[in-house]
Structures are given as C-alpha cells and as structure tokens.
C-alpha cells in the first residue's frame, strides 16, 4: 500500500478499524459513536462493519462509560472509549485516576487493564465552556497511566495502534483541530514505540519543545525564524508519559537554548515539567533559560477571545529572541 492522503479523523479511524479487524477482543463506545460516527466523525463507519457488539452507543455518563470499560479490560477485553469533549472527561476522573492507574499496582501486577480512553483535545475550534480545554497536566502527574499526544496523522494511526496493544491504560489526546488536515498516511509503515519523541526539524540555533496542537504552530515559527536569520530546531514529544528525556536532550544540547511550547496554563504544567528535565540534564550546555510559552493561567476563553488564549507564532519568536545571542 502507498501513502494515502487522508484526514487524522480518517486516520484515526483506519487505526480503529484495523485494530477491531486483527482483535475481537477490541471494542469501540461512548456517547454518539455508533451509527452517528461521533460529533467529528472519528467512528463513522464501524458499527455498520462491526455490529452493534463491537461499536456501540452509551447513556451521558463519563464515569459509568469508564467504568464499563475498566470491567471489560478486567475480564479479558480491549476496549477504546471516546469521551466526547476533553472537558466532558472530568466525571470519569475519579474512575481514571482511582481505578484504570492503580488496578496493576494494587495487584502487584497480576492484573492489568488494556485500556484506551480517547479524548478530543485542546482549543483552535472556537469550542463554548466545556468544549475546549487542555487537561494533560491532570493525567501526566497519575502514575499508570501512559498518556500519548499525536500531532500528526501519521502518528495518529500508529500511536493509536500502539496504545491499542498496550497492556495498560493509555489516554489518547487527539488535536480536535487538526480533525480535518489532510496529510500522507502510509498505514504499512511499523507502528512507532511508544515513549519515542521525534525531531520533526532540525537547527543550530534554539529547539523549540512541543506536542500535540501545538508541533503545528511550532513547526511555522521556526519556519518564520529562518526567514528572519535563526535556524530553530523542533522536537515532538509525542509521548508525553514515558517521556523521551534522552531525544529531548540531545537536541537542546546541540542548540544550548530552548523553548517549550503548549496550550495549558503554564502553572504546574506538563510544559513545567519538560523545562525542569531539560534544566537538570542540560545544564551546563544551556547558554540562557529555558523559556516556555503557554496558555495563560486563566480558565479557557470564550470563542471570540480563544486567538490571544493559545500561543502563536509572535510569542514564540518573542520568546527566541529572548534567549540573549550571543552573536547579536
């Protein structure tokens, strides 16, 4: 098979439908994901391939949905649930946090849960209250959880794939506004290791640090940096737990300055995070501070306001430009 151009939407539904193919043991629900296909269409398609047993409707309760799916993955299953808006999840945290991280460990791992919980992620879709909101940091700080941010199709599908043939439960933070981006997707090509961040562009200047929606507008700063003289390298995290420290690293070091860039508040952020691991294992090649550009410490704004909310390329370039050059 050849690369395909297909949306992430479309992506991510070819990793569920493969993965429902090679497996009966994997399963698909949540509110609207049957006949409907989901409110982005993520699921379209499956319950008329796969019946109602394998693809499936569910009643407006996050916690019971989870629930569910905690009990299936105890007795043998592998089911992926979608919760419909990132800020719809939080009904189901104590489920997540109490249950899905701690079943192996409270079991001395004699059980584990093959579960993934799906959430449309982040802002950029002009999303009211409830609709957009960026709750990595809340997953990323529970310990059994592995929590993966594809900003890609690409990675999509085989993160996707990956996290569908873990042994232990995966959040999946899907960009809801990259749903409908068409990119190449070769779904033949090995699906990628989770725990794995990539350097998406090389540079000898600053390295910029991101994951999810945020590799986009990333990608375009530093494109806009070498149109003005600074060559800026980006690395995609991908993975946000387990981190990729060694990848991370390595580029900063080849650069001696860096930026982390994502749409959270950047109080006790996951952007905090890499900042602080960066510091520790780069210090003596850092030529100024690591620099983060984030959301602001506010609740997400409304629609009309949500363009000043999320980092751009000017804030990034500002944050650059701060990182005093020695050759300026």
């Not at 699921?43 to 109602?52: A, M, N, P, V």
């Not at 959880?145 to 933070?173: K, M």
């Not at 200047?205 to 940096?225: F, H, K, N």
Request: negative net charge.
């Amino acid at each position: 098979m050849t690369a395909t151009k297909m949306t992430m939407a479309q992506s991510i539904n070819a990793a569920l439908r493969d993965a429902m193919t090679a497996d009966e043991s994997v399963l698909v629900f949540g509110e609207d994901v049957g006949p409907l296909g989901g409110v982005f269409r993520v699921t379209d398609g499956l319950t008329e391939t796969f019946g109602e047993q394998r693809c499936f409707d569910t009643p407006l309760a996050e916690s019971g949905i989870v629930g569910m799916a905690i009990g299936m993955a105890m007795n043998g299953m592998r089911p992926v649930v979608e919760m419909q808006f990132d800020a719809f999840a939080y009904p189901a945290f104590e489920q997540i946090v109490s249950h899905a991280a701690k079943m192996a460990n409270r079991t001395r791992g004699k059980l584990r849960l093959p579960l993934v919980i799906r959430i449309p992620y982040a802002g950029g879709i002009g999303g009211v209250e409830h609709h957009c909101d960026s709750s990595e940091a809340y997953y990323a700080h529970t310990p059994g959880l592995t929590v993966l941010a594809p900003a890609t199709n690409a990675d999509a599908y085989g993160l996707l794939r990956a996290a569908i043939e873990s042994p232990d439960p995966v959040i999946f933070l899907e960009p809801k506004k990259h749903y409908f981006s068409k990119e190449e997707v070769d779904l033949e090509v090995a699906v990628p290791p989770i725990g794995r961040a990539v350097v998406r562009r090389s540079g000898r200047d600053a390295t910029l640090i991101a994951y999810g929606p945020s590799v986009p507008i990333a990608l375009a700063a530093a494109r806009q940096g070498a149109a003005e003289g600074r060559d800026i390298g980006v690395v995609d995290v991908r993975s946000i737990v387990p981190f990729d420290d060694e990848t991370v690293a390595n580029a900063v070091r080849a650069t001696g300055r860096a930026v982390v860039v994502a749409e959270a508040p950047g109080f006790a952020s996951v952007a905090s995070e890499i900042a602080a691991r960066v510091t520790e294992r780069c210090f003596h090649y850092l030529e100024a501070p690591v620099r983060r550009v984030t959301g602001f410490d506010i609740p997400y704004p409304p629609p009309k306001l949500e363009r000043h909310f999320l980092p751009g390329v000017n804030r990034i370039l500002d944050a650059v430009d701060e990182l005093q050059w020695e050759d300026a």
